[in-house]
């Protein structure tokens, strides 16, 4: 079973900047497409961004672009999201997820097959 651990989260200001892991372990582990999924209090869980494990194809939402900047270290099987600029509408759990097979970047919670369990980031005003 692969497991997926999210670790870097916190509290910054306005403006600040984090860099959150997620880092697979289990069984060995091979997947197509890793994402970064985030759920503020009373919302939707929303994607992030995603990229492909073997050719770095990413895809980022649009509130994001220019800010965050996903990444990925094969050897390590972690991916990491270094986010820049953080605005108090960044404030939410963040999750990482794994999808096994595909062909296109998925962005729908649903497309995932394996979920970490969440870090928080708060950005305070």
């Known amino acids: 079973q692969v497991q997926l651990v999210e670790s870097g989260g916190g509290l910054v200001q306005a403006g600040g900047s984090l860099r959150l892991s997620c880092a697979a372990s289990g069984r060995t582990f091979s997947s197509y497409a890793m994402g970064w999924f985030r759920q503020a209090p009373g919302k939707e869980r929303e994607f992030v961004t995603a990229?492909?494990?073997?050719?770095?194809?990413?895809y980022y939402q649009d509130s994001v672009k220019g800010r965050f900047t996903i990444s990925r270290d094969n050897a390590k099987n972690t991916m990491y999201l270094q986010m820049n600029n953080l605005k108090p509408e960044d404030t939410a759990v963040y999750y990482c997820a794994a999808k096994s097979v595909g062909i296109y970047l998925p962005t729908r919670p649903y497309e995932y097959d394996v979920w970490g369990r969440g870090t928080q980031v708060t950005v305070s005003s």
């Open positions: 990229i492909t494990w073997s050719d770095d194809r990413t």
